[in-house]
């Protein structure tokens, strides 16, 4: 075991603000989002407060955060109670240690503890490049046969 794999995990709070933005700020920076500040506290402070949801971030020695990871909780008639994990972000300086698995386990845990029977993740081209596939098999996900798609329903005026 190594020493971030460790690393105490905490709920986010709406005090962790500037630090989330600047962790968010890093991870949409490599997926090539772009996502206007404000918008991105508003959606912060909503995912920190609503019921169902999870965000949690892992804090090194010195306070600072250096990773997180947030999940969702919904209902549907096949699977019942089920959660997608939506996010997960370690910087870069300390990947490789452990810690994405253990914010991972630690959010699936709440998942299960929220009664959901599924955990599904979408994984993105650019994660596909970085290999992600095999760290999620590595936790035991599996590929599905079924296709994601989007619809924007972005508000206007």
Same mark, same amino acid.
């Given at each position: 075991m190594s020493k971030t794999d460790t690393l105490p995990l905490r709920d986010a709070t709406e005090q962790d603000g500037p630090a989330l933005q600047s962790l968010y700020s890093a991870f949409y920076a490599e997926e090539g989002i772009v996502l206007d500040p404000d918008r991105q506290w508003q959606n912060l402070l909503a995912m920190i407060r609503a019921p169902g #949801? &999870?965000? $949690?971030?892992? =804090?090194?020695? !010195?306070? #600072?955060?250096?990773?997180?990871?947030? %999940?969702?909780?919904?209902?549907? =008639?096949?699977?019942?109670? /089920?959660? *997608?994990? *939506?996010? $997960?972000?370690?910087?870069? %300086?300390?990947?490789? +240690?452990?810690l994405a698995k253990h914010l991972m386990r630690t959010v699936? !845990?709440? /998942?299960?503890?929220?009664?959901? *029977?599924?955990? #599904?993740?979408?994984?993105?081209?650019?994660?596909? *490049?970085?290999?992600? +596939? &095999?760290?999620?098999?590595? $936790?035991?996900?599996?590929e599905s046969d079924r296709t994601v798609f989007y619809k924007s329903l972005k508000r206007t005026g």
């Amino acid at each position: 075991m190594s020493k971030t794999d460790t690393l105490p995990l905490r709920d986010a709070t709406e005090q962790d603000g500037p630090a989330l933005q600047s962790l968010y700020s890093a991870f949409y920076a490599e997926e090539g989002i772009v996502l206007d500040p404000d918008r991105q506290w508003q959606n912060l402070l909503a995912m920190i407060r609503a019921p169902g #949801s &999870k965000m $949690l971030v892992a =804090v090194a020695p !010195d306070g #600072s955060l250096i990773g997180l990871v947030t %999940a969702t909780i919904t209902w549907g =008639v096949e699977f019942g109670a /089920c959660a *997608e994990v *939506e996010d $997960l972000f370690v910087l870069p %300086a300390h990947r490789g +240690k452990g810690l994405a698995k253990h914010l991972m386990r630690t959010v699936i !845990d709440f /998942c299960q503890d929220q009664g959901a *029977e599924m955990v #599904s993740v979408v994984v993105t081209p650019d994660g596909l *490049e970085q290999n992600l +596939k &095999k760290f999620y098999t590595t $936790l035991d996900f599996v590929e599905s046969d079924r296709t994601v798609f989007y619809k924007s329903l972005k508000r206007t005026g």
